[in-house]
């Protein structure tokens, strides 16, 4: 089915501002795994012909240090406020079964740890965004800015697993929270590295 999708998007992972994977996913991670929580709200977006705007979604990665080798844990947050035609899509989507971007990280997946429909709390605008999923997740990334212009540090040319965009700003989590036992991950990322950008996806 064709589907295209434009979504505000951040991340907080565990490695030390910069993250290495934004070169290549051959390089070593900072630490011995990569947990990355990458949090999206979709602006305008349609699958088939079914309306996604403003739906937000959740895909938990728990990656070994050296990306490229594949097995990663995956989990996946999903809106709970989703009509049951938006829930067929937005899985479909997300999981990587439509195709696209999302395909990527299907591939590389090593675990499925299952999908979770559930209430995501989704603000930000300009270097600040969060989210909060109550009980769960609770991520805050706030934009490393240059002391001359006061605007978001960026890298250019990047090769982002995601491939949300080519120009990435640099952040840094003011929380960074995850707390699923039922999927394996608990963890504290908070005052490591993050990442915020506008993308489109289609398939």
């Known amino acids: 089915m064709p589907w295209k999708i434009t979504a505000d998007y951040f991340e907080n992972c565990n490695c030390d501002v910069i993250c290495p994977c934004i070169a290549t996913p051959d390089l070593r991670a900072d630490y011995e795994r990569c947990h990355a929580?990458?949090?999206?709200?979709?602006?305008?977006?349609?699958?088939?012909?079914?309306?996604?705007?403003?739906?937000?979604?959740?895909?938990?990665?728990?990656?070994?240090?050296?990306?490229?080798?594949?097995?990663?844990?995956?989990?996946?947050?999903l809106d709970e406020r989703a009509t049951g035609e938006q829930r067929e899509a937005l899985e479909a989507i997300v999981t990587g079964r439509a195709g696209g971007p999302p395909s990527f990280i299907a591939s590389m997946r090593g675990e499925h740890l299952g999908v979770k429909w559930v209430p995501i709390?989704?603000?930000g605008e300009g270097k600040r965004w969060k989210a909060n999923?109550?009980?769960l997740l609770?991520?805050?990334?706030?934009?490393?800015?240059?002391?001359?212009?006061?605007?978001?540090?960026?890298?250019?040319?990047?090769?982002?697993?995601?491939a949300v965009n080519s120009?990435?700003?640099?952040?840094?989590?003011?929380?960074?929270?995850?707390?699923?036992?039922?999927?394996?991950?608990?963890?504290?990322?908070?005052?490591?590295?993050?990442?915020?950008?506008?993308?489109?996806?289609?398939?």
Request: hydrophobic share 40%; glycine share 12%; no cysteine.
């Open 133 to 135: 999923v109550p009980g």
């Open 37 to 77: 929580p990458m949090i999206s709200r979709i602006v305008e977006g349609t699958f088939d012909g079914v309306r996604l705007d403003g739906l937000a979604f959740v895909i938990l990665i728990d990656a070994p240090q050296v990306m490229s080798q594949g097995n990663w844990r995956v989990g996946y947050y």
């Open 138 to 162: 609770d991520f805050e990334v706030e934009g490393v800015v240059t002391a001359e212009s006061g605007e978001p540090v960026t890298v250019d040319n990047v090769a982002h697993p995601m």
């Open 121 to 123: 709390e989704f603000e």
């Open 167 to 203: 120009r990435l700003p640099v952040g840094k989590s003011v929380k960074g929270v995850m707390s699923d036992p039922g999927f394996g991950l608990v963890y504290d990322n908070t005052g490591r590295n993050g990442h915020f950008n506008r993308y489109s996806w289609a398939a």
